[in-house]
């Protein structure tokens, strides 16, 4: 569960107004539950990730496109 209000806010829009959603978010979440940071995926710890975080944004879009 992302606490952060604009990501429920657009988890709500998406189906609601049939835009499709790349949901990062949720994978990043499931990141923290296995025990591993989202900083260890960033170039400067805090928001710009690394290869394998841009992994996890491609990896989300590619969701869309089965």
Known sequence: HDPRPYVAGLREFG???KVA???ASLRYGR??????PCSALMLN???HPDARG???FADALMELFP
């Open 15 to 17: 189906p609601e107004h």
């Open 21 to 23: 959603l790349a949901d």
């Open 31 to 36: 990141l923290w539950r296995q025990g591993i």
């Open 45 to 47: 710890s805090i928001n």
């Open 54 to 56: 841009m992994k996890i």
